[in-house]
């Protein structure tokens, strides 16, 4: 009873974005937090640094190069979703098109949020990462805790309860309701 696209493996293209402590606001400025559905936030993910004054795309913000155009692997840096726990950010960066987030470290809470919406955040040494970032592609073995470049493969740890979430591609709702009988049972003997 999946209730969210189970990830196993996955391969896709990535985008460097190196910067330390890049924070929930920074992901999606709060003035784009009017919306109450978990769509839509895309076009506003990195707002301050995607877009120049004149609202045209910053020639300068990798995820514009055309080289990265279509990445859905972000490659970046230490502490990466600090700041506030607003789960706008994850949204944000889902809707913009990211499955896989590769940091030295995440926010617990951004961590957390990130699982619960689908993606894959993998915490990896800054040479692991820089050799990565050298391919257009990478793919994600998430059983086996792998991250692999056409030349060198990664080990990556995960909790083992987010990894059998995202593997099952359960939710919490889908999580309680393998309890359904149980529930049930109890609440009739109240």
Not at 57 to 76: E, M, V
Not at 96 to 109: E, K, L, N, Q, T
Not at 117 to 135: G, T
């Amino acid at each position: 009873m999946a209730a969210i696209k189970p990830i196993t493996t996955y391969k896709g293209k990535i985008v460097p974005l190196f910067n330390d402590n890049i924070d929930t606001d920074q992901i999606i400025p709060k003035v784009h937090l009017k919306r109450i559905s978990k769509s839509g936030f895309g076009p506003f993910a990195f707002d301050e640094w995607r877009y120049l004054p004149d609202g045209s795309d910053n020639p300068d913000f990798n995820p514009n190069k055309p080289q990265y155009k279509g990445a859905s692997i972000l490659i970046t840096g230490d502490n990466f979703g600090c700041g506030s726990s607003r789960e706008h950010a994850a949204w944000a960066l889902k809707d913009y098109g990211f499955h896989i987030i590769i940091a030295g470290s995440f926010s617990d809470i951004f961590y957390m949020n990130c699982t619960k919406n689908a993606m894959l955040p993998i915490v990896l040494e800054k040479s692991a990462r820089e050799h990565l970032a050298q391919y257009e592609e990478i793919e994600i073995d998430l059983p086996n805790q792998t991250v692999s470049s056409p030349d060198k493969r990664f080990h990556f740890e995960i909790d083992e309860t987010w990894k059998n979430k995202l593997v099952n591609g359960l939710d919490d709702i889908a999580i309680t309701l393998q309890y359904e009988s149980l529930i049930e049972k109890y609440e009739k003997s109240l």
